[in-house]
């Protein structure tokens, strides 16, 4: 327990030093005035209060990420709790902040259009499709797991079927309405029964006090998988949300829409993705006790969160404590297919204000989602596929935010660093992924590396000729 405490302790710490250190790079001006302020639309320019934006973007961000990724890298040993503390301080929650923030001073501009601004015009219309895709798989990939803990805990009646169309048509108004109708009013209620069960079961942790691996033990790897499964790169795609995540970048939007001071920034995107990675590292350990206890036979990571809450917060917790996890994917699911309709409308210059626009964009879009998710449902295998290429897409789109915030650092004259070694590590990662994973290429492990570690430094190279021939220049 000790070195999960100070872990627990460094991601605290983290967000008060380095979120500061962060924040002053970028330089939030209180005095400008905001998108929600100067292009308020009563739809998705609305002002919202911080403390409800925090609890948005933090139930918008979380999803599965937190809780089932940790709970399948705790697998892979401590090495799990270094990514997760480490990455979410100076990967993902900077990755968050400085993505929101750009996002706000250009006019609550989308992901895609970031892209384009700093890395050119054929990465934005690249952007636009793959992030597009991306929010359809989120939206696909979230209903699955959330529909068969309904029907588990409802009468036989109300079976998975049932759920699904429930919460497809939840995710069509969520998508269709003003922001402040439905997301700006139930979000926090559900967030904070995702806050509740972090907190329930940190609280058991020390209550129970169990016999966790220490930094000392080493960072070998235990995955059941072996060779198979190697830290790197398999760890740091598994865990994703839970120490960073470029579907993070495609929410801050939502919510650089909706601010009225910029000097919020810090609390809503810095603040949320470190309440994330709080989450994860609870439920890593959780996971670890679990494991210790009864084995790592058990690879369903719903059925290990449901043992681990009766348990631990009895009935009643538990109830609230599963209703937790289906509020997380499901809130994630609509906001990513508002994302998706908001991404296409800026594509082909729709008005959102009139509703037969929303309409217009948002049914191909549900309809595309419908049918992935049907492909998923086919069979257990079905549903691994389209999970595992939307864990890998979503880190890649990360890569992307990581290296356009990079370029923006640079043509700013900031500090350039805090974003470029996050860019080349998780360039090397997604890199080695698609290329070792049996979904990928299937090429041999060493191989891949070789590979990886060209990329890498070709991208390096050719960063800092951009850099010195624009100086020359």
Excluded at 142 to 148: D, L
Excluded at 185 to 203: E, H, T
Excluded at 227 to 244: H, L, T, V, Y
């Amino acid at each position: 327990m000790i070195t999960f405490s100070v872990a627990l302790l460094l991601l605290v710490v983290g967000y008060f030093a380095y979120g500061a250190l962060i924040e002053r790079l970028f330089a939030p001006d209180a005095s400008k005035t905001t998108p929600a302020i100067s292009k308020a639309d009563g739809v998705d320019y609305v002002p919202m209060s911080g403390w409800r934006m925090f609890m948005i973007q933090f139930l918008n961000i979380a999803g599965l990420g937190p809780i089932f990724g940790a709970i399948m890298g705790a697998k892979f040993g401590m090495s799990s709790y270094l990514w997760i503390v480490l990455g979410t301080i100076f990967g993902g929650a900077v990755h968050d902040y400085l993505a929101g923030m750009i996002s706000l001073r250009n006019d609550g501009c989308n992901l895609p259009e970031i892209h384009g601004k700093y890395l050119g015009n054929s990465m934005k219309q690249f952007s636009r499709c793959f992030a597009v895709l991306l929010m359809i798989l989120v939206g696909a990939v979230f209903v699955a797991g959330p529909a068969e803990l309904l029907g588990s805990l409802t009468p036989s009646f109300f079976d998975t079927t049932f759920w699904i169309i429930i919460i497809f048509l939840y995710y069509f108004l969520a998508t269709m309405l003003p922001i402040d109708k439905i997301i700006g009013k139930i979000y926090p209620l559900f967030a904070f029964a995702l806050l509740f069960m972090a907190f329930g079961i940190l609280v058991m942790l020390y209550i129970k006090f169990p016999a966790l691996p220490e930094i000392t033990d080493g960072l070998a790897n235990i995955h059941p998988g072996g060779e198979r499964m190697p830290i790197f790169p398999m760890m740091f795609i598994s865990i994703a949300c839970g120490a960073i995540s470029g579907f993070h970048a495609t929410q801050s939007p939502l919510m650089a829409r909706c601010m009225t001071n910029e000097k919020q920034g810090r609390r809503i995107f810095y603040g949320a993705m470190v309440a994330e990675g709080i989450v994860a590292l609870i439920w890593a350990a959780a996971a670890t006790y679990f494991f210790q206890r009864n084995g790592m036979g058990i690879s369903n990571a719903a059925e290990i969160v449901n043992n681990i809450t009766k348990d631990w917060l009895g009935v009643y917790g538990s109830v609230l404590a599963i209703l937790g996890v289906i509020a997380a994917p499901i809130t994630s699911g609509d906001t990513a297919l508002r994302s998706a309709r908001l991404m296409v409308s800026d594509m082909f210059k729709f008005d959102q204000r009139p509703i037969k626009n929303r309409l217009f964009i948002s049914v191909p879009l549900f309809l595309i989602t419908i049918g992935i998710l049907l492909y998923s449902l086919r069979d257990k295998e079905g549903f691994n596929i389209i999970w595992r290429y939307f864990a890998w897409a979503n880190q890649t789109l990360a890569v992307m935010t990581l290296w356009a915030i990079t370029v923006y650092l640079l043509k700013e004259k900031k500090c350039y660093w805090v974003t470029l070694l996050p860019a080349l590590f998780m360039t090397s990662v997604v890199v080695t992924y698609i290329l070792v994973a049996p979904e990928g290429l299937g090429l041999s492990y060493y191989l891949s590396l070789s590979i990886s570690i060209s990329v890498v430094l070709l991208l390096l190279g050719l960063f800092f000729y951009k850099k010195i021939k624009n100086k020359v220049h």
